[in-house]
């Protein structure tokens, strides 16, 4: 398998450049995902890295070895793009022993790769079976197969499940993770989906108009968004970005909001302007006594909890609370944040004031 090593790369199509200038490494066996809204990128990026579309500038290593020129067929790469796309006419044997057919190998040997693959997949009863007549997800495990039995240095999956219905898609997601822990494939996997991405990627890189936000561990990006453009593509609901405005000393660990007196962790540095007080919706807690306040303008009730909105002096807040608690539109309450989960941003840049929280999460500069 193979390390991915993607150095200041940029697609430029005649005036527009769909991706900026990326880079980040996928190590060796690593689930790594491409997210970000339609648009961004992601593609394209996929598209360089398995030599479908040529850089505009930039690099692509493949396990050590630049390979931006190279054709797709030399790259000995595997790409997902659509499950489904099998051959209907053969059985499932001959879809997943085609690829290597038809590079000649040894049929005896295809007999026993093709095995093989069953086996992992789970799928050796249905190897006779004509692919026509098979379920959903037997014909995207077949599909896998033939991606599997090349042994590829790398797989590269786009949108692979976006055809599929919500319960069925994650189910396939568990199943394509799984089969990941199994073989330890480096894999680079596009979807606009962040459930998708926080459930299968050991690491993601968020992306939006061409422009990485944000690269880390699923919990490092949802903890610690880089950016108010990741603080509100993560997370449902999104994080709440408060706006405020002033100067907050090095160290300074209370923001002045609403005329009240808020926690927020400790900045390294001080900064001055238009900012953003940054928490997630479980950091919000209903509390009689806090001096902050805010009506209450819905409940929507999720079992085991409820997404209370709240009309506050710097908008409209969502918090994520017990579904025990009666949450009464109309009704005054005050609101308390965990000082220990809030992000400061820069409002104008969008960009995360550095801090005790997410010292070390930030790309630098
Ligand atoms: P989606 O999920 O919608 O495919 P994406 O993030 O994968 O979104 P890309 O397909 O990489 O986005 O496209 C990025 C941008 O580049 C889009 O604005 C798209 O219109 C543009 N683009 C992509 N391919 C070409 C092309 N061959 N010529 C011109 N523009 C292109």
Same mark, same amino acid.
């Given at each position: ?211 990485? $936000?944000?690269? =880390?561990?699923? !919990? ?5 968004? *880089?950016?108010?453009? %990741?603080?509100?593509? @993560? #997370? +449902? ?62 409940? $929507?009730?999720? =079992?085991?909890? !409820? ?5 506050? *002096?710097?908008?409209? %807040?969502?918090?994520? @609370? #017990? +579904? ?42």
């Amino acid at each position: 398998m193979a390390e991915i090593r993607i150095t200041n790369l940029r697609k430029e199509f005649g005036d527009f450049t769909a991706v900026q200038s990326s880079s980040f490494t996928v190590a060796d066996g690593e689930f790594f995902m491409l997210l970000g809204p339609s648009g961004c990128g992601k593609t394209t990026t996929l598209r360089m890295i398995a030599g479908l579309e040529l850089p505009t500038s930039g690099e692509i290593h493949i396990d050590g070895e630049e390979v931006g020129r190279k054709p797709a067929s030399k790259r000995d790469i595997a790409f997902v793009f659509q499950m489904f796309a099998l051959y209907p006419h053969m059985n499932v044997r001959r879809n997943i022993a085609y690829p290597l057919a038809s590079q000649g190998m040894p049929k005896a040997r295809i007999r026993e790769k093709v095995a093989e693959v069953a086996r992992i997949l789970g799928i050796e009863e249905i190897l006779d079976r004509p692919v026509g007549g098979l379920s959903g997800g037997d014909r995207q495990r077949v599909a896998l197969g033939r991606a599997i039995v090349r042994d590829p240095k790398c797989f590269l999956m786009d949108e692979p499940l976006g055809a599929l219905d919500a319960e069925f898609r994650e189910r396939m997601a568990e199943e394509l993770r799984a089969l990941h822990d199994r073989m330890r494939a480096t894999t680079v996997y596009v979807t606009h989906d962040q459930l998708e991405a926080m459930q299968m990627g050991d690491k993601i890189v968020v992306m939006n108009h061409g422009v990485i $936000e944000q690269f =880390g561990a699923p !919990q490092e990006i949802y903890d610690m968004p *880089a950016t108010m453009f %990741v603080a509100s593509f @993560i #997370g +449902s609901p999104p994080m709440n970005l408060l706006p405020f405005g002033g100067r907050l000393e090095a160290g300074a660990t209370i923001v002045e909001m609403g005329g009240a007196r808020l926690g927020a962790p400790a900045l390294r540095e001080p900064f001055a302007g238009d900012m953003a007080y940054g928490v997630r919706p479980e950091h919000v807690l209903l509390s009689d006594r806090a001096a902050y306040r805010g009506e209450i303008i819905a409940a $929507e009730y999720l =079992g085991t909890s !409820q997404i209370v909105t709240l009309r506050t *002096a710097n908008g409209e %807040v969502k918090a994520r @609370i #017990g +579904s025990d608690r009666a949450a009464r539109p109309g009704e005054t309450v005050g609101l308390d944040f965990e000082a220990g989960a809030v992000t400061i941003f820069d409002a104008r840049s969008g960009r995360a004031l550095r801090s005790a929280l997410n010292e070390g999460a930030l790309p630098r500069g």
